[in-house]
């Protein structure tokens, strides 16, 4: 039963801009989950830490802990194998100031202001020359597909949600797979005809495995504008309002979803999908999810594997990137970067959406970082005020720092385009929507050589 206005929690929570909805408990103003806790008796579900639980309590809690259930019931599954897509330490060539473990933010800052002003400056003119010589082709493609068209015109069920700025980004991820020949499109409007899908070209397709799937609306559009019949939803999250029950009412649409980390999925171990032609989508796929997927689908295709056919992620949260997970360490050390070089710059990647330049930000390559770097040198010399990287950054433009956190993005999506490329298929950086609706808008499309991808 629903607690009344009066013996609700008081708790405010603010992303939702209301009241918890749990009743209080007795003599408090707050349910069990917000009462005020005692320091030293709260500590980390060892099972899942993103709950806490009383010391005292935690033997009986492990025996019972929610996660308990599902962690046993996947270790059961043939398709789970513990770390598979995890990457792993390389030996370190070129120094390193970082332990093998998860580099968090803090420790990117500290490493950031540890290092001399003359080094940063001189990593400034690493990454405009590097940036120069290999990110020269990110073209805009902002696409509309006319396969998408019941969904631009809002001819969907109105129990969908329907937001329209996610609609553009979806179809145009969509547009650019259909560009290259990854996706065919429907005969009818909405439903393909028997025809088209017994067809046994090169380039048909019948499954779609969307990593990162959230609430699965980007395989929803799918299936209804190219009337693909196996869908595969990866995603270690439980959501509400997820599209699986409109998917499920589709005649002859087989779904599977696997609640799952990417990190430990082993594709080739999906009975049903063995031998059958797939694309691999992902829209905003954070940080190591990125390089965790193509892992997934490329490093292992032997036997009776899925047919990858074409692949288009969205890659965003490039401040969330680790060394060890990186799909492409060998192509960073080719261009003269160190691992603390590379844990620096995905901490630069976040000046790049730490304000709303979407509107306002020239292009990339219009602002000149070397000049500028000069320039601040210059200014620099005999400033004891300016004695810290500290100091240096605080005094930069913001409009200086988003360009250089959009640099440090498109040089490590560019490493992992020239991996994708290196494992069999032809491969491109796009943006594939307005940097207005979206600043994450860094599209990896990719399919087989004989593929148009220009």
């Not at 890659?315 to 160190?338: A, M, V």
């Amino acid at each position: 039963m629903a607690a009344t206005s009066n013996n609700r929690c008081s708790f405010w929570l603010p992303k939702k801009k209301r009241s918890c909805a749990n009743t209080r408990i007795e003599s408090s103003m707050f349910c069990g989950n917000h009462s005020q806790r005692l320091e030293g008796e709260w500590i980390p579900c060892p099972i899942d830490p993103s709950h806490s639980v009383l010391q005292e309590n935690l033997e009986w809690h492990v025996k019972r802990c929610p996660l308990l259930k599902q962690n046993v019931a996947l270790s059961g599954q043939r398709f789970y194998q513990k770390g598979i897509n995890a990457g792993n330490e390389e030996k370190e060539k070129m120094g390193s100031c970082c332990p093998d473990s998860v580099v968090t933010s803090e420790m990117k800052r500290n490493l950031l202001y540890s290092m001399s002003v003359s080094k940063f400056h001189q990593l400034i003119k690493k990454i405009e020359a590097v940036h120069g010589d290999i990110c020269k082709d990110i073209k805009d493609s902002y696409l509309s597909p006319e396969a998408c068209n019941m969904w631009f015109n809002k001819e969907i069920d109105r129990k969908l949600p329907f937001q329209k700025k996610h609609v553009l980004q979806q179809g145009s991820i969509l547009g650019n797979l259909e560009e290259i020949g990854a996706l065919k499109r429907c005969n009818e409007n909405v439903e393909c005809c028997e025809s088209d899908l017994e067809e046994k070209e090169d380039n048909s397709v019948s499954a779609v495995v969307e990593f990162g799937a959230g609430r699965g609306y980007l395989t929803q559009m799918l299936a209804d504008c190219y009337g693909i019949k196996k869908v595969y939803l990866v995603e270690r999250k439980s959501y509400k309002l997820k599209a699986d029950r409109s998917l499920r009412q589709k005649e002859d649409l087989v779904l599977e979803r696997m609640r799952i980390d990417i990190e430990d999925l082993n594709l080739n171990a999906v009975e049903s999908l063995h031998g059958v032609p797939y694309v691999a989508v992902g829209k905003h796929l954070c940080g190591p999810a990125t390089d965790l997927s193509l892992r997934c689908c490329l490093s292992r295709q032997v036997g009776e594997s899925p047919i990858l056919k074409g692949l288009a992620i969205a890659t965003c949260c490039h401040h969330l990137c680790q060394w060890k997970s990186y799909i492409n360490k060998e192509y960073i050390f080719s261009l003269g970067i160190s691992k603390d070089e590379f844990h620096i710059m995905t901490g630069f990647t976040s000046w790049a959406v730490d304000d709303d330049h979407g509107s306002n930000l020239p292009g990339v390559d219009d602002i000149d970082l070397l000049a500028s770097n000069a320039k601040k040198e210059e200014e620099e010399v005999g400033d004891d005020s300016l004695s810290s990287v500290e100091e240096v950054v605080k005094k930069m433009k913001p409009m200086e720092r988003a360009v250089l956190g959009f640099k440090c993005k498109q040089i490590i999506d560019t490493g992992r385009m020239k991996w994708v490329k290196k494992h069999g298929l032809d491969s491109k950086l796009v943006k594939y929507i307005p940097a207005s609706i979206s600043p994450e808008n860094t599209l990896l499309v990719a399919g087989k050589p004989n593929s148009s991808i220009a």
